[in-house]
């Protein structure tokens, strides 16, 4: 596969927050930043949010439908928010969030290039948060406007963290931590509006209900419900309602290995405006084992059924990424569903503040006659303290009967408070 990879803009970006991150007077310049961006209204705290994060990202594929020349997307992405302090059970929050290009050979995911290959961190400024939340009621918060939501795994509803721009939610969200029983957590609301990572907002009357229940030391025991009505046209074959339960914990074998495990299982079918009737089904296992709580091996399988078009499983308002390979070949179920079937090798070292990870995916239809192709995904991410982190990644997806041969690399640096 060819290679062009411009690393100026990333070694400059990544050595000068090595600089800021370094030891000899971190300290006291972190300090002196939160004491700035902290404010107090009767003895009660504020505060203005602050996040930085630069990107560099190449995307290699080999010649296939539109023959798409090599990507280059140099990116910066800017939040500041400000949270006011709690009055009488009231707080409010309100975040602007702007992606700014440096480099532009890339298609933004809104057809800006299409002869280039899909980069999707369009240039766009936006009001990404806006809400007032009321804690004002025993065991409930409710919090209604522009909002972050993030459930479970974020497979269902997520912000689409990876991304430069998130997702986030036009909704009314309420949680309820019981105090009469132990380890309840209910998360119910309602999604008005979806406002999408690439700066565009799609409209949906969407009910949500996800309950947690912690089962002793073994693990969480979830049941979901989720009802995606989209109500425009172009949108209307994303709609559906889904039913699950899921079950996943770590149990201690040792004082030095623990057990790890996850099973889930979906349901989803037509909903509304969909415009065919289906059924299809999720299937999500994994087992594993933790080491001195520093070396992870996990092996999975996840499968989401298909049976043609418009009548696939489908989570359009996850967090796609984090699943089925990081070269994101299969953000949306093919036709024919997908099983997947990986392992993963993580270690935490140096306190925690250096984590180190690979996974190897094998895909194929969820019959397993028809095989897509395999995937290498790995990453170095690095932490400074609570303020700073450098990250590489990397994903080379090999084709078989899907797609085509994609590489892509990242140079990612953050700065947070």
């Known amino acids: 596969m060819r290679q062009n990879i411009p690393f100026g803009y990333a070694s400059a970006a990544l050595l000068a927050l090595s600089a800021i991150a370094g030891p000899a007077s971190a300290a006291s310049l972190n300090e002196s930043i939160e004491n700035a961006l902290n404010f107090y209204q009767d003895g009660k705290k504020g505060s203005v949010k602050?996040?930085?994060?630069?990107?560099?990202?190449?995307?290699?594929?080999?010649?296939?439908?539109?023959?798409?020349?090599?990507?280059?997307?140099?990116?910066?992405?800017?939040?500041?928010?400000?949270?006011?302090?709690?009055?009488?059970?009231?707080?409010?929050?309100?975040?602007?969030?702007?992606?700014?290009?440096?480099?532009?050979?890339?298609?933004?995911?809104?057809?800006?290039?299409?002869?280039?290959?899909?980069?999707?961190?369009?240039?766009?400024?936006?009001?990404?948060?806006?809400?007032?939340?009321?804690?004002?009621?025993?065991?409930?918060?409710?919090?209604?406007?522009?909002?972050?939501i993030k459930l479970d795994d974020d497979r269902f509803i997520g912000n689409v963290g990876w991304r430069q721009l998130e997702t986030t939610f036009d909704s009314v969200l309420i949680t309820y931590n019981s105090s009469l029983l132990s380890g309840l957590t209910v998360n119910a609301g309602y999604i008005g509006n979806v406002n999408t990572f690439l700066g565009t907002t799609e409209n949906i009357n969407a009910p949500i209900l996800n309950i947690n229940y912690k089962v002793g030391d073994y693990g969480n025991l979830i049941g979901y419900g989720y009802w995606l009505d989209y109500t425009?046209?172009?949108?209307?074959?994303?709609?559906?309602?889904?039913?699950?339960?899921?079950?996943?914990?770590?149990?201690?074998?040792?004082?030095?290995?623990?057990?790890?495990?996850?099973?889930?299982?979906?349901?989803?079918?037509?909903?509304?405006?969909?415009?065919?009737?289906?059924?299809?089904?999720?299937?999500?296992?994994?087992?594993?084992?933790?080491?001195?709580?520093?070396?992870?091996?996990?092996?999975?399988?996840?499968?989401?059924?298909?049976?043609?078009?418009?009548?696939?499983?489908?989570?359009?308002?996850?967090?796609?990424?984090?699943?089925?390979?990081?070269?994101?070949?299969?953000?949306?179920?093919?036709?024919?569903?997908?099983?997947?079937?990986?392992?993963?090798?993580?270690?935490?070292?140096?306190?925690?503040?250096?984590?180190?990870s690979g996974v190897f995916h094998d895909f194929s239809d969820d019959t397993g006659r028809i095989h897509y192709g395999k995937e290498w995904d790995f990453l170095a991410l690095k932490k400074f303290g609570k303020h700073y982190a450098l990250l590489a990644k990397y994903a080379y997806y090999d084709a078989d009967?899907?797609?085509?041969?994609?590489?892509?690399?990242?140079?990612?640096?953050?700065?947070?408070?």
């Not at 800017?78 to 480099?103: C, D, K, M, T």
């Not at 999707?120 to 948060?129: F, G």
């Open 232 to 356: 425009e046209r172009e949108n209307y074959a994303k709609s559906n309602q889904t039913y699950g339960l899921r079950f996943n914990g770590k149990t201690a074998i040792n004082d030095k290995l623990s057990a790890l495990y996850t099973a889930e299982w979906s349901f989803q079918k037509d909903y509304q405006h969909s415009p065919t009737d289906y059924e299809a089904h999720r299937f999500n296992l994994m087992g594993g084992l933790s080491a001195f709580n520093m070396i992870t091996v996990q092996g999975a399988m996840e499968q989401m059924n298909g049976l043609g078009a418009n009548k696939r499983f489908l989570t359009p308002l996850g967090t796609n990424h984090a699943f089925q390979g990081w070269a994101d070949q299969f953000l949306v179920t093919p036709n024919d569903g997908i099983r997947d079937v990986f392992g993963t090798l993580s270690a935490s070292l140096d306190n925690g503040s250096l984590t180190l």
């Open 401 to 417: 009967q899907f797609s085509t041969d994609t590489q892509k690399i990242w140079l990612q640096g953050n700065i947070s408070f």
């Open 50 to 148: 602050f996040d930085l994060n630069y990107r560099y990202e190449n995307v290699n594929q080999d010649k296939g439908p539109g023959n798409p020349k090599t990507a280059n997307a140099n990116t910066v992405r800017l939040r500041l928010g400000l949270l006011s302090p709690v009055f009488h059970g009231l707080q409010g929050y309100v975040e602007y969030e702007g992606n700014y290009v440096l480099q532009s050979d890339y298609n933004n995911g809104l057809g800006n290039k299409p002869d280039f290959s899909t980069v999707a961190d369009p240039d766009e400024n936006e009001l990404n948060q806006l809400w007032i939340s009321y804690a004002g009621i025993p065991d409930t918060l409710i919090k209604g406007g522009r909002q972050r």
